[in-house]
């Protein structure tokens, strides 16, 4: 099953790839620094060219990413796991989505779980709809959905499934470049698969950026709604130095400690909040609104995905679109490394389901209950929320807190979450950096961890400086761009290492499934299954695999 090649003496010393991606990022953060104007200019530039020349390469890639899964699912391989046939979760269900929603995105929860929909309100995307009308809600909400639901999620789980692939079942190291052997072989192992790990290490490094100067703007914006402090350079950057601090501590205690305590609380916390908006706001509106955007959202799927600039409007595409589809891919090492480390012992159907549809419907929901908060206070005409997200984007959650009731609590409450959301984000991000500058060790050496956080929030203050959340955006775009063929890549490469399994792999004997039971106490998937198709039955045959197996193995 394996066909790692032989592995150095000792796994978690660094190598070259992590010299030259801190050369790389220090760089790009001393510009940012010493000639703020000049990094964003250049980033300026690079974003037009790249959006006005290939956006739409964005959009085929994580449609096609769609289809692709859909198709894995109901395949035979959706049987296989993620391990050895007989191995099960190391994580519970409800820790394992915890920790899908908590680490990958959180974040977005906050930073646009009103920004966008109420944005999207007062400027309907594309002229579809009269601005501030109950059609501009619906429209508000389909395009948020489709900026965080199932293109995002897809893009996660094709490199996720790929790397747990490639680790779990191949038994290669935990690097992006190990996931391109049945492309390339043994050059995976030389300078070429080097570049594909520094492309991802950069990639990933400033989408998280983008991230952390989220964060730290919304924090900015909830210390301002409560106790009138003004937004300022100096206090995102205290901001940034403490969060730092606390998510580098957090990724030395490891993923089993740290990311899963933080995961299951900001959770539970997000929940109570949800709970609280659903029940003090308008609920009947929320409910008729999130049925008809749902509707919206899922008829209207693949003519949305295929909107171009030549149809719509490049301001919007830059601005939303394409920025959102460019962060999920400069994320996709990141949330991929991450997802299969936590994803261990699940099956490729039940890894597809999880990462694709769960988190999608979470998003969808949350969006609904304080976006469509928002949507219906400023459409019965008692509330601003639309001005005051134009002015600035981070007061615009805050200021829906403040038309319901207990403002002051919920405000206190949105602030802890934010910080916890931001530390687990950026402590699976650490982490991953530190796998991927490690030579793929899933137990990254204290100091190449310690070494990855000082050097993103160093990257995050440089961007800040250098003009704020518009370079953030930029930079977003610009370095996923030629990482957008490395997404690909993987993508050409799990098919490929999937039709080269070993049909017994899929149909494991019935001895193997008593013993996987007397184990676990529950049974395997495939023992569920009582008769094999006709295709099945013709493969037994020849695997010599029965062609049937009973419900419920004997002890």
Partial sequence: MSDSPTAPPDRRRP????????????????????????????????LDGITRGFGWAYLLVSLGFLVFLVVLACSRYGRVRLGRDDERPAFRRSTWYAMILSAVMGIGLISYGVAEPISHLAEPPHDLAAP???????????????????????????????????????????????????????????????????????????????SLGLGALQINGGITALFGIPNSRSLQFAIIGVITLLFTASALTGVARGIRFLSETSMG????????????????????LYVQSVGRYLSELISTSLITPASGDLGFMQSWTYFMLAWWLSWAAFVGVFLARISRGRTVREFIVGVLLVPSVVFSVWFTAFGGTAIHSDLAGTTRIAAAAADD???????????????????????????????????????????????????????????????????????????GLESLQQMVIV???????????????????????????????????????????????????????????????????????PAEPKP
Wanted: aromatic content about 10%.
């Fill in 15 to 46: 190598g070259p790839v992590l010299y030259i991606s801190l050369a790389l990022t220090l760089a790009i953060v001393v510009w940012g620094a010493a000639a703020g104007d000049s990094l964003s200019r250049v980033g300026s530039a690079a």
């Fill in 132 to 210: 501030m009308t109950p059609g501009a809600a619906v429209t508000a909400m389909q395009f948020s959905f489709f900026d965080w639901g199932l293109h995002a999620w897809g893009i996660f789980a094709v490199f996720g499934l790929a790397m747990a692939w490639s680790m779990f079942r191949r038994d290669r190291r935990g690097l992006v470049s190990a996931l391109f052997r049945p492309l390339l072989g043994r050059r995976a192992d030389g300078p070429l698969g080097g570049a594909i790990d520094v492309f991802a290490i950069l990639a990933t490094l400033f989408g998280t950026t983008t």
């Fill in 269 to 288: 916390l997000g929940g109570l909040l949800f709970l609280f908006v659903l029940v003090v706001g308008p609920t009947i509106y929320l409910a008729d």
């Fill in 393 to 467: 984007a981070n007061s615009a959650f805050f200021a829906t807190l403040q038309s319901l009731p207990l403002p002051a609590i919920t405000s206190v409450v949105t602030i802890v979450l934010v910080v916890l959301f931001f530390v687990s984000g950026a402590d699976a991000n650490t982490f991953v950096l530190g796998m991927l500058t490690s030579r793929g060790t899933e137990h990254p050496p204290g100091w190449i961890l310690a070494l990855w956080g000082a050097v993103t929030g160093a990257a995050a203050m440089a961007l800040l400086a250098a003009g």
């Fill in 479 to 549: 370095s996923s761009a030629p990482f957008l063929l490395v997404v690909v890549g993987v993508a050409v490469s799990l098919w490929k290492d999937l039709t080269a399994e070993p049909l017994q792999h899929t149909m494991p004997t019935a001895s193997a499934m008593r013993g996987a039971a007397d184990r676990t106490g529950e049974i395997p998937e495939p023992a569920r299954t009582k008769t094999l198709s006709d295709d099945a039955t013709e493969e037994a045959a020849i695997y010599g695999v029965p062609a049937s197996v």
